[in-house]
């Protein structure tokens, strides 16, 4: 791929990407999602200490039992697939440094989604029931750490995008 060309798939995702909250019933190749899964692992963490881990959704049965544990139960309940990130404690070393690792990885998945034509959307109102997630995933309680679970599917979307302040609003100083 020509250098323009890069740089144009580049930010094509990022600017292009939005959150998509309704799904096409057409469930997603399990190979585009162990693809998605390769870009979330290539994310930069803190010593390289990788600690992501995640938990692949496909049964209607767990993702319905999920669907009770959140407000967006609508989005969870319909997900073709949702994928649980989680951090494994025993590779941890920094709380703040692995959830900022865990983001990267999911912005990667995001990304990468995106440019396979899958709609994601990153659910985070949940982990306020982390618990009873991993009741339901069989999870021990002691080993994982909840970032997120990340609805993916065919967009089947049409509602209001979310916009963004124009950009000198985050701009504090320039020295
Ligand atoms: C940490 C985090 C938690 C989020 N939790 C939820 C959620 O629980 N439910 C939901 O519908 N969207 C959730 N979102 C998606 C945001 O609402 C969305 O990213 C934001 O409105 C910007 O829209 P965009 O992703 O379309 O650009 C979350 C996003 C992040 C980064």
């Keep these: 791929m020509k250098e323009k060309q890069f740089q144009e798939a580049v930010f094509k995702a990022i600017f292009n990407r939005r959150s998509i909250r309704r799904y096409q019933n ?8 162990f693809k998605i899964l390769e870009a979330g692992i290539w994310a930069p963490s803190g010593l390289n200490n990788q600690p992501w881990r995640f938990v692949i ?18 989005i969870v309940k319909n997900a073709p697939v949702l994928i649980g990130v989680f951090l494994k404690k025993s590779q941890m070393y920094h709380q703040i440094k692995d959830h900022q690792s865990a983001g990267a990885c999911i912005q990667n998945m995001l ?35 909840m970032c997120a679970l990340i609805a993916v599917g065919y967009p089947d979307d049409k509602s209001k995008r979310a916009d963004r302040y124009p950009l000198k609003h985050f701009i504090v100083k320039e020295i």
């Design 26 to 33: 057409k469930i997603p190749e399990r190979e585009k999602i």
């Design 111 to 145: 990304l990468s989604a995106f440019a396979l034509g899958l709609g994601t959307c990153w659910l985070g109102e949940i982990l306020k029931n982390e618990d009873k997630v991993k009741d339901v995933l069989e999870l021990p309680k002691d080993e994982y750490e």
């Design 57 to 74: 959704i496909w049964s209607k049965e767990t993702k319905k039992r999920l669907s009770e544990l959140t407000r967006y139960k609508e």
